[in-house]
């Protein structure tokens, strides 16, 4: 059965970092772009950031640009998402996906994504 796995996630107050993880289980990212979203209580689940399979190229949006880095550990077959300078509107669970379509840039369209993980909570409060 093909699934991805995430770890990491917690609390932690304005202006500080968290690591999350995503690792698929079954079959090799290589072959996967992989992007991670977010729901928000009372909100749309959201496109955060993802990369490409064939290039690696990756793709933010707006609102963590700068702040948020993901990228990808053939060796470990690991896709991280380093995030710094949270701030509470960050507060959310995130979900890592992965899609079966090999493109040289990356998309968050989350109808594209077969594969998607339980969700790990990130809160961002003082």
């Known amino acids: 059965q093909l699934t991805v796995v995430e770890t990491g996630g917690g609390t932690v107050q304005p202006g500080g970092s968290l690591k999350l993880s995503c690792r698929p289980s079954?079959?090799?990212?290589?072959?996967?772009?992989i992007a991670w979203f977010r729901q928000a209580p009372g909100k749309e689940r959201e496109g955060v950031s993802c990369?490409?399979?064939?290039?690696?190229?990756?793709y933010y949006t707006d609102s963590v640009k700068n702040r948020f880095t993901i990228s990808k550990d053939r060796a470990k077959n690991t896709v991280t998402l380093e995030m710094n300078s949270l701030v509470p509107e960050d507060t959310a669970v995130y979900f890592c996906?992965?899609?079966?379509?090999?493109?040289?840039?990356?998309?968050?369209?989350?109808?594209?994504?077969?594969?998607w993980g339980q969700g790990s909570q990130v809160t961002v409060s003082s």
């Open positions: 990369i490409s399979s064939s290039t690696s190229s990756t």
């Open positions: 079954g079959f090799t990212l290589e072959d996967y772009t």
């Open positions: 996906a992965a899609s079966p379509l090999y493109r040289s840039s990356c998309f968050l369209n989350a109808a594209l994504y077969d594969y």
